[in-house]
């Protein structure tokens, strides 16, 4: 071998090779050919660029010759040092070349023809150099690029700059065959990359599926013929096809869900999953690493790493519900996907890419949370682009019958239990009752029903005297005086004090004979539910803020101590 002329040892040449080819990371890959081109006496600097879409057109130094932004060669690998070896460019984080526009250079027009740029001798102060002052500062005689070519697309460009004179066809045989080697080495590890991405995403909606089967709803499909509901069927019909963001609004039990399953179903997406998020339900301290991911090592206990819900949903629907529990820290981040479909995992650097549609839902009124400062404006809007305001059942009673008899067809047939017919009796019984746990709290009285249904008959455990009814409440109204109309607000008024004063006569007693339930003829868990739901404390009815230790408010199971 000539030290004056650049040649590859074959041995090394062959062993480069074998290892490109089981290589399944295309970092790995890079690194691996630029190390070893650095190593052959003679070469100073190796660097690998690849064509990805252009991101810091901003302040690229180049971006004024950029003919198209939307692609340039990004610079991925690099390895040399200096004649003294004070200095390496092994670095690529500071270096003044991360991006060549297409076209521009030696390096950008291998890129834009395809075809090698061989320089046996380079001419001094050459306008294709970018820097002569380092060429012949570190006494550089000739360049070679070659294209990275596979199936007839330009991957990226291969470069060397030497220190010796570049003769030899043997030698430049060799680099054409790294070249191309490495270019279908780089298509296999970007599809290795692809199908464990593809296999973690499987496994992620694997996992959420079999759960969603098991907390499944007992019904599928929306029941009614009710104006109110006609409505949100249409608004469905209109928002479906499109990704427009979409924010659901309406009490517990209203059927959310259902609506948002329902326009995913319809969607363009409805081959791809909809992946429902409890926000109430996700501690605050592992809200991030539950919608975004994290990297192994991000903090204890991260073994492995993990997908978001973000991912997994990819190309599908992201159904947040009870959106207003997200932490205040963490909606700047969701508004960032929202706004350019990017987040970054915990503990990881990588910008990554989702194509994710938000259904949002929640029985908050978000907009006195936005004046509070516990929801941030602009999330707001950006999730509020088509709003949905589900109406209560007490406002569409007409689907009543509809729903009742769905519910208990598919109660018998889950319980195998006889069917049963609603009579007309207990149509009206179910119509009288304002039902505040809306379509939720009549499918469970049904079912209930069913199980204790004797010879046919169906028993209904509905509350009164807590939420009555609109013609129970017209009654009321006409007993105390009140010749109107009742507002909502006032029927709600109405029943809070009707509580406090049932708890005031019975000293706070809510169990046992004389109790509040038993009077009010409730029972005694649906009364406390009541009072949480209302706000209803303590101070209310006695004045104090201070139990009665002689009637405890929650039973004591035996065997438990307080």
């Given at each position: 071998?000539?030290?004056?002329?650049?040649?590859?040892?074959?041995?090394s040449?062959q062993?480069l090779?074998?290892?490109?080819?089981?290589q399944r990371?295309?970092?790995?890959?890079?690194?691996?050919?630029?190390?070893?081109?650095?190593?052959?006496?003679?070469?100073?600097?190796?660097r690998?660029?690849m064509?990805?879409?252009?991101d810091?057109?901003?302040?690229c130094?180049d971006?004024?010759a950029?003919?198209?932004?939307?692609?340039?060669?990004?610079?991925?690998?690099?390895?040399?040092?200096?004649?003294?070896?004070?200095?390496?460019?092994?670095?690529?984080?500071h270096?003044?070349?991360?991006?060549?526009?297409?076209?521009?250079?030696?390096?950008?027009q291998?890129?834009?023809?395809?075809q090698p740029?061989i320089?046996?001798?380079?001419?001094?102060?050459?306008?294709w150099?970018?820097d002569?002052a380092?060429?012949?500062r570190?006494?550089?005689?000739?360049?070679?690029?070659?294209?990275?070519?596979?199936?007839g697309?330009?991957?990226?460009?291969?470069?060397?700059f030497?220190?010796?004179?570049?003769e030899?066809?043997?030698a430049?045989?060799?680099?054409?065959?790294?070249?191309?080697?490495?270019?279908?080495?780089?298509?296999?590890a970007?599809?290795?990359?692809?199908?464990?991405?593809?296999?973690?995403?499987?496994?992620?909606?694997?996992?959420?599926?079999?759960e969603e089967?098991?907390?499944?709803?007992?019904?599928?499909?929306?029941?009614?013929?009710?104006e109110?509901?006609?409505?949100?069927?249409?608004?469905?019909?209109?928002?479906?096809?499109?990704?427009?963001?979409v924010?659901i609004t309406?009490?517990s039990?209203t059927?959310?869900?259902l609506?948002?399953?329902e326009?995913?179903?319809?969607?363009?997406?409805?081959?791809r999953?909809?992946?429902k998020?409890?926000?109430?339900?996700i501690?605050k301290?592992?809200?991030e690493?539950?919608f975004?991911?994290?990297?192994?090592?991000?903090f204890?206990?991260?073994?492995?790493?993990?997908?978001?819900?973000f991912?997994?949903?990819?190309?599908?629907t992201?159904?947040?519900d009870?959106?207003?529990?997200?932490?205040?820290g963490?909606q700047?981040?969701?508004?960032?996907?929202?706004?350019?479909?990017?987040?970054?995992?915990?503990g990881?650097?990588?910008?990554?890419k989702?194509?994710?549609?938000?259904?949002s839902a929640?029985?908050?009124?978000?907009?006195?949370?936005?004046?509070?400062?516990?929801?941030?404006?602009?999330l707001?809007y950006r999730i509020?682009?088509?709003?949905?305001?589900l109406p209560?059942?007490?406002?569409?009673?007409?689907?009543?019958?509809?729903?009742?008899k769905h519910?208990?067809?598919?109660?018998?047939?889950?319980?195998?239990r006889?069917?049963?017919?609603?009579?007309?009796?207990?149509?009206?019984?179910?119509?009288?009752?304002?039902?505040p746990?809306?379509?939720?709290?009549l499918?469970?009285?049904?079912?209930?029903?069913?199980?204790?249904?004797?010879l046919g008959?169906?028993?209904?455990d509905?509350?009164?005297?807590?939420?009555?009814?609109?013609?129970?409440?017209?009654?009321?109204?006409?007993?105390?005086?009140k010749?109107k109309?009742?507002?909502?607000?006032?029927?709600r008024s109405?029943?809070?004090?009707n509580?406090?004063?049932?708890?005031?006569?019975?000293n706070?007693?809510?169990?046992g004979?004389?109790g509040a339930?038993?009077k009010?003829?409730?029972?005694?868990?649906t009364?406390?539910?009541?009072?949480?739901?209302?706000?209803?404390?303590?101070?209310?009815?006695?004045g104090?803020?201070?139990?009665?230790?002689?009637?405890?408010?929650?039973p004591?199971?035996?065997?438990?101590?307080?």
């Open positions: 071998m000539n030290p004056n002329n650049f040649n590859l040892d074959s041995e040449f062993l090779l074998l290892e490109m080819a089981q990371s295309v970092e790995d890959l890079l690194q691996l050919v630029t190390s070893s081109l650095a190593a052959t006496p003679g070469v100073a600097l190796a690998v660029w064509i990805a879409p252009g810091i057109c901003g302040t130094r971006s004024a950029c003919l198209d932004n939307s692609h340039c060669l990004h610079l991925m690998a690099s390895k040399g040092a200096s004649l003294d070896n004070k200095t390496t460019w092994n670095s690529i984080a270096s003044a070349f991360l991006r060549f526009p297409i076209g521009v250079r030696k390096v950008g291998i890129a834009a023809s395809g740029v320089i046996p001798r380079i001419e001094k102060n050459a306008n150099i970018a002569p380092w060429v012949e570190e006494r550089i005689l000739s360049f070679a690029g070659q294209p990275l070519i596979h199936k697309e330009v991957l990226g460009v291969l470069s060397i030497i220190r010796v004179a570049l030899g066809g043997m430049l045989g060799m680099l054409r065959m790294i070249a191309d080697h490495l270019a279908y080495a780089v298509a296999n970007r599809a290795f990359a692809e199908i464990e991405r593809l296999k973690r995403q499987i496994e992620s909606e694997n996992a959420y599926l079999r089967v098991n907390i499944a709803q007992s019904f599928s499909g929306i029941i009614g013929k009710s109110a509901l006609q409505n949100i069927l249409h608004k469905i019909d209109l928002v479906a096809p499109i990704d427009t963001n924010l309406g009490e039990g059927g959310k869900e609506i948002a399953r326009i995913h179903g319809r969607s363009g997406r409805a081959s999953p909809m992946i998020i409890n926000c109430a339900a501690p301290d592992l809200f690493s539950e975004f991911g994290h990297a192994r090592g991000a204890t206990g991260a073994h492995k790493d993990r997908c978001g819900f991912q997994t949903a990819d190309g599908g992201l159904f947040l009870e959106v207003s529990e997200i932490p205040l963490l700047s981040k969701l508004l960032r996907v929202l706004q350019e479909g990017e987040y970054q995992r915990v990881e650097e990588k910008v990554r989702v194509d994710v549609r938000i259904i929640t029985n908050c009124n978000l907009e006195k949370e936005v004046k509070a400062g516990r929801f941030r404006e602009d707001y509020n682009v088509f709003p949905f305001a209560p059942l007490r406002e569409r009673k007409e689907d009543i019958p509809l729903l009742a519910f208990l067809s598919l109660t018998a047939q889950k319980l195998n006889p069917a049963v017919k609603l009579t007309q009796a207990d149509i009206e019984a179910l119509s009288q009752y304002d039902w746990g809306n379509i939720r709290e499918q469970n009285i049904i079912e209930r029903a069913v199980i204790t249904s004797h008959k169906l028993n209904f509905i509350p009164s005297g807590i939420h009555l009814g609109i013609d129970a409440i017209a009654k009321v109204s006409r007993q105390i005086g010749h109309i009742l507002t909502d607000a006032e029927i109405l029943e809070k004090d509580l406090i004063e049932a708890l005031r006569l019975c706070g007693k809510i169990y004979p004389r339930s038993e009010l003829g409730i029972k005694p868990t009364l406390i539910s009541r009072m949480k739901k209302m706000g209803i404390a303590m101070s209310d009815w006695s104090s803020d201070q139990p009665d230790q002689t009637e405890p408010l929650i004591v199971k035996p065997g438990q101590t307080e």
